[in-house]
């Protein structure tokens, strides 16, 4: 091991899963337990290219299928550990529902500020977020994580100490890569990557 490599600050591959039906038809996918389609199945084979040459410290996983199978596409699952925090926040009310039809019952919500009826607040999300963040905060190397949007935007945003609803600004697409680290030490928290598709 070389010093640079012996002291290089740890990073976080945050990766989106593949997409679904519903993500494809923009509908509110929490808890919901949806597949990917054959387009999703493509794009997280296509990961696997994408990380090529990444070798993770420890691999963690939303308990959801669309998220463990795009894990297991590209080629990380082996020895892939569930986390339970990494699970898509809860739309509860709104579970299903694409933002148009919530706007025509609440026509200024916004899921970052108001969260879900029956579902999950911002601050709930936010404390999973955290939750996850500490976690990983103490593990040396390079970290991946396979999960689901809203909740990847929480965690950019909690790690960079901004509040829940600047969530909104991190947008994610399906099988996109965002990583965050630090610039020059660990006081230091910066996005290195965010929502790459290339």
Known sequence: MTKNESTALPRIFLIRHGDTDWSDSHQHTGHTDIPLNIKGETHARELSS????????????????????????????????????????????????RSDEIHRIRPDWELFRDGAPHGESPEQAASRADRFLNKVRGIEGT????????????????WLNLPPETGRFFYTATASISIIGYEHNRDQPVLLLWNSTA
């Open 143 to 158: 970290i991946a994580a396979f999960s689901s949007g809203h909740i990847i935007r929480m965690i950019g945003a909690r």
């Open 50 to 97: 994408r990380l090529e040459g990444e070798s993770f410290t420890r691999v963690f996983t939303s308990p959801l299928s669309r998220a463990r199978r795009t894990c297991e596409l590209s080629g990380f699952s082996e020895h892939a550990e569930i986390d339970s925090d990494l699970i898509e926040w809860d739309y509860g009310d709104y579970e299903g529902l």
